[in-house]
């Protein structure tokens, strides 16, 4: 029995079984030096990147602990944003296939509060949720942590970043003072060591380095000029062709300019940064997952707690001036089996970050010249595979992705294999479909309905439907 061995822990058959039929069959470094901790009832500092395995090293932990005939609230997740939280519930709920009927809850800000209110009415095993929400909760006593049993701060440093150490110490007050407590974070300065002291009893401390194998990621570095790099973003994506990308700039206002000069070449971007509405961040995100938007222009906070899945490339218009940001953006590609590629655009006044990137990393950067690149200066970008049809229906309307994908392949004629992603929120409908038939499906499903204006019928009702113009 191999110390990475999942068999190795203290688990029972039907969670093992669970684990292997997910995919889990080594632990990585995280889980390894973490896991045997967790479940010995250990509090725990980690130190841990995005996409290390973090969310499996606490969720297994926790949902070994979790009794399912007891309807209270045994663990709290707290998470630094929505799309993190959402992506964190989502792996609890595929863990704890085995353990029985668990209740997974999410409880972020953005969303309305009654459903929310409701659902705790009803009890859940598990709340995941943002600082600010679950604070709110608490002030309106819609919520009991006194049977919190499992407490996870995940990643406590973005968290205390965005302002949220108010939040986070009131929701720690009110839980339980015997309680197992653990922490992730991908960076742990003292100021944080020293703000988080007070939550923790006798930790144990793991470090898993956050560096990447160099074998996976391929990076480069183009050094040029200060008018150049919005041209030279371009010409990256037309020279590698990146089936996806985020590009990562230090500004919202560079952001801006930086999306607008790629769609007026041609290529399917979005820009996300912070002051943008939520409504608009969830949209953003689920044309980029679902193939609809080829590249995002992001800034780091908007990018926070992001886990894009199949991320060919990371470009950095601008380098980080913090090294540790460089290396996590750099890490959002190469992810599990997949080979990654990071290009790095610096003007000369940036020398003095690669320089730290150089130091942090132990070996030089690779440099290369954006003249040597092969593209036609007037070639236009290539538009996304996908197109998304939003559809004015969703859970309140008891519409599942099942039905839409009936009218799609039933009235509209559609394969499959040309429906992408389809994402079923509590009011709208999100569904990518292969942009070469997207027009005649639409007018399919606008026939079949019997209704003048931009009409479609799912489940024998009509429902408003319109393309997200990317």
């Given at each position: 029995?191999?110390?990475?061995?999942?068999?190795?822990?203290?688990?029972?058959?039907?969670?093992?079984?669970?684990?292997?039929?997910?995919?889990?069959?080594?632990?990585?470094?995280?889980?390894?030096?973490?896991?045997?901790?967790?479940?010995?009832?250990?509090?725990?500092?980690?130190?841990?990147?995005?996409?290390?395995?973090?969310?499996?090293?606490?969720?297994?932990?926790?949902?070994?602990?979790?009794?399912?005939?007891?309807?209270?609230?045994?663990?709290?997740?707290?998470?630094?944003?929505?799309?993190?939280?959402?992506?964190?519930?989502?792996?609890?709920?595929?863990?704890?296939?085995?353990?029985?009927?668990?209740?997974?809850?999410?409880?972020?800000?953005?969303?309305?509060?009654?459903?929310?209110?409701?659902?705790?009415?009803?009890?859940?095993?598990?709340?995941?949720?943002?600082?600010?929400?679950?604070?709110?909760?608490?002030?309106?006593?819609?919520?009991?942590?006194?049977?919190?049993?499992?407490?996870?701060?995940?990643?406590?440093?973005?968290?205390?970043?965005?302002?949220?150490?108010?939040?986070?110490?009131?929701?720690?007050?009110?839980?339980?003072?015997?309680?197992?407590?653990?922490?992730?974070?991908?960076?742990?300065?003292?100021?944080?060591?020293?703000?988080?002291?007070?939550?923790?009893?006798?930790?144990?401390?793991?470090?898993?380095?956050?560096?990447?194998?160099?074998?996976?990621?391929?990076?480069?570095?183009?050094?040029?000029?200060?008018?150049?790099?919005?041209?030279?973003?371009?010409?990256?994506?037309?020279?590698?062709?990146?089936?996806?990308?985020?590009?990562?700039?230090?500004?919202?206002?560079?952001?801006?300019?930086?999306?607008?000069?790629?769609?007026?070449?041609?290529?399917?971007?979005?820009?996300?940064?912070?002051?943008?509405?939520?409504?608009?961040?969830?949209?953003?995100?689920?044309?980029?997952?679902n193939r609809s938007c080829s590249i995002l222009i992001a800034t780091d906070v908007a990018a926070r707690g992001l886990d894009i899945q199949n991320l060919?490339?990371?470009?950095?218009?601008?380098?980080?001036?913090?090294?540790?940001?460089?290396?996590?953006?750099?890490?959002?590609?190469?992810?599990?089996?997949?080979?990654?590629?990071?290009?790095?655009?610096?003007?000369?006044?940036?020398?003095?970050?690669?320089?730290?990137?150089?130091?942090?990393?132990?070996?030089?950067?690779?440099?290369?010249?954006?003249?040597?690149?092969?593209?036609?200066?007037?070639?236009?970008?290539?538009?996304?595979?996908?197109?998304?049809?939003?559809?004015?229906?969703?859970?309140?309307?008891?519409?599942?992705?099942?039905?839409?994908?009936?009218?799609?392949?039933?009235?509209?004629?559609?394969?499959?294999?040309?429906?992408?992603?389809?994402?079923?929120?509590?009011?709208?409908?999100?569904?990518?479909?292969?942009?070469?038939?997207?027009?005649?499906?639409?007018?399919?499903?606008?026939?079949?309905?019997?209704?003048?204006?931009?009409?479609?019928?799912?489940?024998?009702?009509?429902?408003?439907?319109?393309?997200?113009?990317?």
């Amino acid at each position: 029995m191999t110390s990475d061995s999942f068999a190795s822990l203290p688990l029972t058959d039907s969670f093992l079984a669970n684990l292997d039929s997910l995919g889990y069959k080594t632990m990585t470094p995280i889980q390894a030096q973490s896991l045997p901790s967790v479940l010995e009832g250990r509090d725990l500092i980690a130190q841990a990147k995005t996409g290390s395995g973090k969310t499996a090293a606490f969720g297994i932990g926790l949902l070994h602990k979790i009794n399912p005939a007891w309807f209270a609230t045994q663990a709290l997740v707290l998470c630094p944003t929505r799309e993190l939280a959402d992506q964190v519930a989502n792996e609890l709920r595929r863990l704890a296939r085995s353990v029985g009927n668990v209740k997974i809850l999410v409880l972020t800000g953005g969303a309305p509060m009654r459903p929310q209110i409701a659902s705790l009415e009803h009890g859940a095993h598990v709340v995941v949720g943002t600082p600010g929400r679950i604070r709110d909760h608490i002030g309106r006593k819609t919520i009991d942590l006194s049977t919190v049993q499992t407490l996870v701060l995940d990643e406590a440093d973005r968290m205390t970043d965005m302002g949220f150490y108010d939040e986070i110490a009131g929701i720690v007050s009110a839980c339980p003072k015997r309680r197992q407590t653990l922490l992730f974070s991908a960076t742990y300065p003292d100021d944080i060591r020293v703000a988080t002291e007070a939550f923790l009893a006798d930790p144990v401390e793991v470090t898993v380095e956050a560096q990447h194998d160099s074998g996976k990621i391929v990076q480069r570095f183009y050094e040029i000029g200060f008018d150049e790099r919005d041209a030279a973003v371009g010409k990256l994506l037309k020279h590698y062709q990146p089936a996806s990308a985020i590009v990562f700039c230090n500004t919202k206002v560079h952001c801006r300019e930086l999306v607008d000069e790629l769609r007026a070449q041609g290529f399917s971007a979005l820009a996300l940064y912070g002051e943008l509405e939520q409504r608009e961040r969830d949209e953003i995100l689920v044309l980029f997952a679902n193939r609809s938007c080829s590249i995002l222009i992001a800034t780091d906070v908007a990018a926070r707690g992001l886990d894009i899945q199949n991320l060919e490339a990371v470009i950095n218009a601008d380098v980080s001036k913090d090294t540790e940001v460089h290396i996590h953006r750099i890490g959002r590609t190469g992810r599990g089996d997949e080979k990654g590629l990071s290009l790095t655009l610096c003007a000369p006044n940036e020398k003095k970050w690669v320089k730290l990137i150089e130091e942090y990393q132990g070996a030089p950067v690779e440099w290369y010249s954006i003249k040597d690149l092969s593209v036609d200066e007037y070639a236009q970008g290539d538009a996304a595979p996908m197109m998304t049809l939003c559809i004015s229906g969703g859970k309140k309307d008891k519409l599942r992705p099942g039905d839409v994908l009936g009218a799609l392949t039933g009235d509209a004629g559609l394969s499959k294999e040309q429906v992408g992603k389809i994402n079923v929120t509590e009011f709208q409908t999100y569904v990518a479909i292969d942009r070469r038939v997207a027009y005649d499906a639409f007018a399919k499903l606008n026939a079949a309905s019997r209704q003048g204006g931009d009409f479609g019928s799912f489940k024998g009702r009509n429902f408003k439907m319109r393309f997200i113009e990317v």
